[in-house]
């Protein structure tokens, strides 16, 4: 997951100045046209879904939506506001930045190329980049497609303090070759396929790459690779406007003492700038796209065989809670005491993001919240916990 950048050392008055007296918007802003047939309400598990989800969002939630597909079906529910200073209720339906989960999407559509033939699993990225972006990204000489999906290629992430300083300073929208010029001239963390280290760049990259293959804009490949073959039409990406109308708000608690403010001041400059983030979509359409990962008919056998050649992370990046010890080629794989998931995770300063399909049982967990916060962590991850226990009880 992408690190939450809550406290940035020296800029917490300048944060402060940079909030501006929050817009009241009236409630139907965040209405959704009808993306699902929703039998939540029969659900024989429903109210204690319901229960879990409110008593955990209120010990330090904003809002959150958590849909669960089990062996008794399909239920989605909300607690909290997606706007506070407009009183607007949470609904199931409602849309969310997902952060780093947009790295699923983009490594869809780049195994959807290689089922093309437009693109090959061990292609030099060199190949695909201009000689500027070669020159002055230290292993992009000799990098390969896989070695991004992976994070194994070394390449530096672009998430640095500088280009924090910098995108809090600045008031502009950043483009995916400004965003590059943050590693350039800068060492890799090693050599290419020796180790793993988690970068941004990585995706990036591969959202460059798929431009030159393409010729096209990188928001009309979502749209032709992954939003309208699987109908996400809640999905969304942009790098013009880059948050669009209806996606609930976003908060930090700078403190950690549940005092929130919203926080598009800090996580619009991150959004909008290529394949490691910026997708915006509702919970359901979510479990869509997840569920579909298996599906032949959207990703080849043979291209799922590669995304899911698993491999052990470093103990660095083991995630105890989630069970998180593996990765695989643009797809991460979490060991549950129960079964293992694919999926991914995901945060910005404002939203945090999981997303995890059990292809063994064909149940789903989505968890959607639109606030972060030191202690968040811990209230998402407890959350999971029960959830989970009652999935898979057959009570």
Request: glycine share 8%; net charge negative; proline share 3%.
């Amino acid at each position: 997951m992408r690190r939450i950048t809550i406290f940035i050392i020296g800029l917490i008055g300048l944060t402060w100045l940079r909030c501006t007296e929050p817009e009241v918007l009236p409630s139907t802003y965040y209405d959704q046209p009808s993306s699902f047939a929703d039998s939540s309400a029969g659900h024989p598990k429903a109210a204690v879904y319901q229960s879990i989800l409110e008593q955990h969002q209120q010990r330090g939630l904003v809002g959150a939506t958590l849909l669960v597909k089990d062996q008794d079906g399909l239920w989605v529910g909300a607690s909290g506001y997606s706007d506070i200073a407009s009183d607007v209720p949470m609904a199931p339906d409602h849309v969310f930045f997902i952060a780093s989960i947009s790295k699923l999407f983009t490594a869809s559509a780049t195994y959807r190329y290689i089922d093309q033939g437009l693109l090959s699993f061990n292609d030099k990225i060199s190949q695909w980049l201009s000689d500027e972006v070669v020159d002055n990204v230290e292993n992009a000489d000799q990098a390969t497609i896989a070695h991004l999906l992976s994070h194994r290629s070394g390449i530096l992430d672009f998430y640095t303090t500088q280009l924090d300083l910098d995108r809090l300073n600045a008031d502009q929208e950043w483009t995916k070759e400004e965003v590059l010029t943050y590693v350039y001239g800068k060492s890799a963390d090693f050599d290419v396929d020796t180790d793993y280290s988690y970068s941004n760049t990585n995706f990036l990259l591969l959202s460059m790459i798929l431009e030159q293959v393409s010729g096209k804009p990188f928001e009309e490949v979502y749209q032709e690779e992954v939003f309208i073959p699987l109908n996400l039409t809640s999905a969304y990406y942009s790098e013009d406007q880059i948050i669009p109308e209806g996606v609930v708000k976003g908060y930090v608690d700078m403190y950690d003492n549940n005092q929130f403010v919203e926080s598009s001041f800090l996580y619009e400059e991150e959004l909008g700038i290529g394949g490691d983030g910026g997708v915006a979509i509702n919970a359901y359409h979510l479990s869509v796209f997840l569920e579909n990962l298996v599906n032949d008919d959207f990703i080849s056998a043979s291209s799922q065989a590669l995304m899911t050649d698993w491999f052990a992370l470093p103990e660095d990046y083991h995630w105890e809670e989630y069970g998180q010890t593996e990765n695989g080629y643009g797809l991460e794989r979490f060991n549950t005491k129960y079964e293992s998931a694919i999926g991914h995770t995901g945060g910005i300063d404002g939203f945090t993001t999981y997303g995890f399909y059990f292809p063994e049982s064909d149940m789903t967990y989505v968890l959607l919240c639109n606030s972060a916060a030191l202690s968040g962590a811990n209230i998402q991850s407890s959350l999971f916990e029960e959830v989970l226990d009652l999935m898979f009880s057959r009570q």
